[in-house]
């Protein structure tokens, strides 16, 4: 009876999340121009779908390869089929919410925990490195594009360096931040008591040492026995931002126009300064960014609708792979149904 109870209560949940996330879904979808979408997709032939979608498939396979080699340094080898259903349900999630990029990571720790049977500390760990790697390269990318435009019309000097500063402020604090988890363990436990205690005592039956301490010693280790794995995540959350220019610059030559380095670095910086204030999915914000580029830049304003289309083309079949694989999870399981970690 009890069983049937807390089985109901879970239904009762998913249906009103679901409610919830389709309705998010369903508001961020009016937003998109479905129109000029359409309009565009006429314009495109065979060989430039085939090359846009092979390059925005090398950039997921990036990002969950980047993933999986993380989490073989922290001795959690899943297949890339697992870890891509989790990146794009929690992907989905964070693209619903407005936060930048964040918003679907716990559920990701749940599902590792509870469907991949991942112990608690081991889930945390694998989901918060390979988050430290993804914003750190993101934050240090961006940064370097700021500083390159520093003083020009895109990124007038002022404004650069507060921009700067604030991103150069964020990075600082994660490098530390990584430095004291890995060097400073205990300094931290004792600064976060309450949390670590209950954290501990979460995972008391399977894990006698505390989550902390456990958390702290995979860590390490990644850092002692796989700099080889780390180094090469590394690698790929570069090439991933290698990718991005890649894709921008094709669909440019899409819409009939060469752009230049410093275009492409223009444009990118200012879709991604956007993509970083709370708004779902950067509806708005990127839309704004790139009109206000393409005039900067004098390229025609027709052809910054049309790379807001298929930009948006691309969010929108994302976005449903990833309500796809979110409902893939949706189903309640008993205990010891977990899937296996192998």
Same mark, same amino acid.
């Given at each position: 009876?009890?069983?049937?109870?807390?089985?109901?209560?879970?239904?009762?949940?998913?249906?009103?999340?679901?409610?919830?996330?389709?309705?998010?879904?369903?508001?961020?979808?009016?937003?998109?121009?479905?129109?000029?979408?359409?309009?565009?997709?006429?314009?495109?032939?065979?060989?430039?779908?085939?090359?846009?979608?092979?390059?925005?498939?090398?950039?997921?396979?990036?990002?969950?390869?980047?993933?999986?080699?993380?989490? %073989?340094?922290? %001795?959690?080898?899943?297949?890339?089929?697992?870890?891509?259903?989790?990146?794009?349900?929690?992907?989905?999630?964070?693209?619903?919410?407005?936060?930048?990029?964040?918003?679907?990571?716990?559920?990701?720790?749940?599902?590792?925990?509870?469907?991949?049977?991942?112990?608690?500390?081991?889930?945390?760990?694998?989901?918060?490195?390979?988050?430290?790697?993804?914003?750190?390269?993101?934050?240090?990318?961006?940064? !370097?594009?700021?500083?390159?435009?520093?003083?020009?019309?895109?990124?007038?000097?002022?404004?650069?360096?507060?921009?700067?500063?604030?991103?150069?402020?964020?990075?600082?604090?994660?490098?530390?931040?990584?430095?004291?988890?890995?060097?400073?363990?205990?300094?931290?436990?004792?600064?976060?008591?309450?949390?670590?205690?209950?954290?501990?005592?979460?995972?008391?039956?399977?894990?006698?040492?505390?989550?902390?301490?456990?958390?702290?010693?995979?860590?390490?280790?990644?850092?002692?026995?796989?700099?080889?794995?780390?180094?090469?995540?590394?690698?790929?959350?570069?090439?991933?931002?290698?990718?991005?220019?890649?894709?921008?610059?094709?669909?440019?030559?899409?819409?009939?126009?060469?752009?230049?380095?410093?275009?492409?670095?223009?444009?990118?910086?200012?879709?991604?300064? !956007?993509?970083?204030?709370?708004?779902?999915?950067?509806?708005?914000?990127?839309?704004?960014?790139?009109?206000?580029?393409?005039?900067?830049?004098?390229?025609?304003?027709?052809?910054?609708?049309?790379?807001?289309?298929?930009?948006?083309?691309?969010?929108?079949?994302?976005?449903?792979?990833?309500?796809?694989?979110?409902?893939?999870?949706?189903?309640?399981?008993?205990?010891?149904?977990?899937?296996?970690?192998?």
């Amino acid at each position: 009876m009890t069983q049937r109870r807390s089985l109901n209560r879970w239904n009762l949940t998913t249906l009103v999340l679901w409610l919830l996330a389709l309705a998010l879904a369903g508001w961020t979808l009016r937003q998109l121009p479905l129109s000029s979408i359409v309009a565009q997709l006429g314009q495109l032939a065979w060989h430039n779908w085939l090359l846009w979608t092979l390059v925005n498939g090398a950039i997921l396979f990036m990002a969950v390869k980047r993933w999986q080699l993380l989490g %073989q340094a922290l %001795q959690a080898p899943l297949s890339l089929g697992s870890l891509f259903r989790m990146r794009q349900a929690g992907s989905a999630v964070s693209f619903l919410t407005p936060g930048p990029h964040f918003g679907g990571e716990p559920l990701q720790v749940f599902w590792l925990h509870r469907v991949f049977a991942q112990p608690l500390h081991r889930a945390v760990a694998m989901l918060g490195l390979d988050r430290f790697v993804e914003t750190s390269t993101n934050i240090a990318v961006l940064l !370097a594009g700021v500083l390159m435009l520093l003083g020009t019309a895109m990124v007038p000097l002022d404004d650069g360096l507060q921009v700067s500063a604030i991103l150069g402020g964020v990075l600082a604090a994660l490098v530390v931040a990584a430095a004291l988890v890995v060097r400073h363990p205990v300094w931290l436990a004792n600064r976060f008591r309450p949390l670590t205690q209950r954290w501990r005592g979460a995972e008391n039956d399977s894990n006698p040492e505390g989550g902390w301490q456990a958390l702290v010693r995979l860590m390490q280790n990644a850092l002692t026995l796989h700099r080889a794995r780390l180094w090469a995540a590394l690698l790929l959350s570069l090439l991933g931002w290698v990718a991005l220019v890649l894709e921008l610059w094709l669909l440019l030559r899409f819409l009939g126009l060469s752009p230049s380095p410093t275009d492409l670095l223009t444009m990118m910086v200012g879709m991604r300064l !956007a993509m970083l204030l709370p708004v779902p999915g950067g509806i708005g914000t990127i839309e704004a960014s790139l009109l206000w580029s393409f005039q900067l830049l004098g390229l025609p304003v027709s052809a910054a609708l049309g790379l807001i289309a298929l930009t948006r083309l691309r969010d929108a079949v994302v976005l449903l792979v990833g309500l796809g694989c979110l409902w893939s999870f949706h189903r309640p399981r008993l205990p010891g149904n977990a899937v296996s970690a192998e």
